[in-house]
């Protein structure tokens, strides 16, 4: 382990922290988070410690050192002399351009170390005069303690991979400068056996002092919160925090400029309002509806259930989107990490007698992905299983079942290679095999054409967008009808009379939108341009 002789071994003081932790709470994980050499330690701590149950968070770890610009600097700071007052920043800046091929030929040519060095400080009396205040701020003495420790720890750590067991999760900025982050990132993910990776494309080597990284956002959007031992997806859930909440009405503010959704639920009496107004508040209730292509409509939904009355969509969602494909890649871009940090989790029976148990309002497609992934030609048409599968279970707790249809896809784009003709060219058909056997298909004992989940993606011809409509139904209940609904005849009408709303419901909306006239982007523009922005858009009559 390292140290150095003013200062205590710092794998033992965290070693301390983690133990004492331990004993506090015996039964819940302990959170690592370290950035660079902090990484670093965190690892050495967890290959320690294999009998702890840790969850490390590692953003841009120095395991790379060797590989970086910065064993390079280590040699030259090390015979500076100290009256020149050198930086790092200098030192850095002046390796990535010119002078690093000035200090290449130099010393191909033979001229020693020190000579080298010399001559590049008789370089530096033209530089600014804000790099010597920086002197002030690191000293080169602290520079060279700091680079040596990283090299230190860089060169034990890799030593110790293989003893690292623990939860990892990696998160590798795109334009570090000072370590290779990226590739580092990969290297790690398939060195560490429970290691995930998340990329910021966009940030620099100090991750954490950048405004748009979210820690909190980064652990609940990747599944890395838990507090036991497993990971529950329900129960672990944690609700928005206010960053999240003022990115949400960010992503609603474009969401309402491009497709202006508009939502119509049912009261008891029976009469449609606009909003969100006939949901019931107090669940469990059971939101059921239609997929449109690439589930565009769970966006607008979510937010607008958020937005509008502060409920929580606790979506059902498949399997894929929570999974590693067995080559070791990772789904994790931007839209997938949003499921995790707005409460989905991977539909199951389990996890569906979980959210009705904490009368959660649950989003449920039984469409699916196929209807996700309708081929030409499919627009609003329903793909359900022949079985009854959610009915008895949402009358054991008595939940409300609100039936809801949605269009606004045909006004979105055309669908120009479907599934049907992509299988007939033979380099996708062996892309959508490998993807399909890699996650595994969800419903391999359901008959009918729901059964045929191949993973694909449909490619398209985006049109000028349109407006999205929801309507949603009388909520149907349940309440009371537990005896009754364990016939399976009795839940099959039951099953039947919801999909039949949302195909009422579907064309109720297919009728009505004809009668918008600000059904149309443009005229919608010319409103808010005569309105203001943040103007409520009419709509057809109710």
């Known amino acids: 382990m390292w140290t150095s002789n003013d200062s205590p071994c710092l794998i033992k003081l965290v070693e301390k922290t983690v133990r004492s932790e331990v004993k506090r709470s015996p039964n819940r994980p302990i959170y690592l988070v370290g950035e660079s050499l902090g990484a670093c330690i965190a690892l050495a701590v967890a290959s320690c410690n294999p009998d702890v149950d ?209 939502t119509l639920s049912t009261l008891e009496d029976g009469m449609i309002v606009r909003g969100l107004g006939g949901i019931p508040m107090e669940g469990p209730v059971l939101i059921v509806g239609y997929h449109m292509l690439l589930g565009i409509e769970l966006i607008p939904l979510v937010c607008q259930f958020f937005i509008q009355r502060k409920i929580i969509l606790r979506g059902m969602a498949h399997p894929m989107l929570f999974v590693k494909l067995k080559d070791g890649r990772l789904l994790d871009s931007f839209p997938f990490d949003q499921i995790g940090i707005f409460g989905g989790v991977p539909v199951s029976a389990v996890n569906f007698y979980k959210l009705l148990s904490l009368k959660s309002h649950i989003l449920l497609y039984p469409g699916g992905i196929r209807e996700a992934l309708h081929r030409k030609g499919e627009e609003y048409k329903l793909f359900w299983p022949e079985q009854s599968e959610f009915i008895r279970m949402a009358a054991r707790f008595g939940a409300k079942i609100v039936p809801f249809g949605v269009v606004g896809e045909d006004d979105f784009g055309d669908v120009l290679l479907d599934y049907d003709d992509q299988i007939k060219i033979p380099f996708m058909k062996s892309i959508i095999e490998e993807f399909t056997n890699s996650v595994g298909n969800l419903r391999t004992e359901t008959r009918g054409e729901v059964a045929n989940q191949d993973l694909h993606f449909p490619m398209f011809l985006p049109k000028v967008p349109g407006r999205f409509y929801y309507y949603f139904g009388k909520p149907i209940e349940t309440e009371g009808r537990k005896q009754e609904l364990r016939d399976k005849g009795k839940a099959h009408e039951l099953y039947l009379q919801v999909q039949d709303e949302i195909e009422k419901n579907i064309a109720f909306l297919k009728e009505k939108r004809e009668k918008d006239p600000y059904r149309s982007v443009l005229s919608r523009l010319a409103y808010q341009a005569a309105h203001g922005v943040t103007s409520e858009i009419p709509t057809f009559e109710i």
């Open 54 to 262: 840790l969850v490390l968070i590692l953003a841009n770890p120095a395991t790379s050192f060797s590989k970086s610009q910065l064993q390079t600097v280590l040699p030259l700071l090390e015979v500076i002399p100290d009256h020149f007052h050198l930086t790092l920043r200098y030192v850095l800046s002046s390796l990535t351009g010119d002078l690093l091929k000035r200090v290449s030929g130099i010393l191909v040519r033979g001229q020693t170390l020190q000579q080298t060095v010399g001559g590049l400080c008789q370089d530096s009396v033209a530089l600014p005069l804000y790099l010597s205040v920086l002197t002030d701020i690191l000293p080169q003495e602290t520079l060279i303690w700091k680079l040596q420790m990283l090299k230190t720890a860089s060169t034990f750590v890799n030593a110790r991979l293989h003893a690292v067991e623990a939860q990892t999760l990696i998160l590798s900025s795109g334009r570090d400068q000072l370590l290779p982050s990226l590739e580092e990132g990969e290297r790690l993910f398939h060195a560490l056996p429970n290691g995930e990776i998340r990329r910021a494309g966009d940030s620099g080597h100090f991750l954490f002092l950048e405004d748009g990284i979210d820690l909190a956002s980064a652990i609940k959007g990747s599944y890395f919160y838990r507090r036991g031992k497993y990971l529950d997806c329900v129960s672990d859930y944690v609700p928005l925090t206010p960053s999240e909440f003022n990115k949400l009405n960010l992503i609603l503010s474009y969401i309402e400029q491009m497709f202006s959704p508009l």
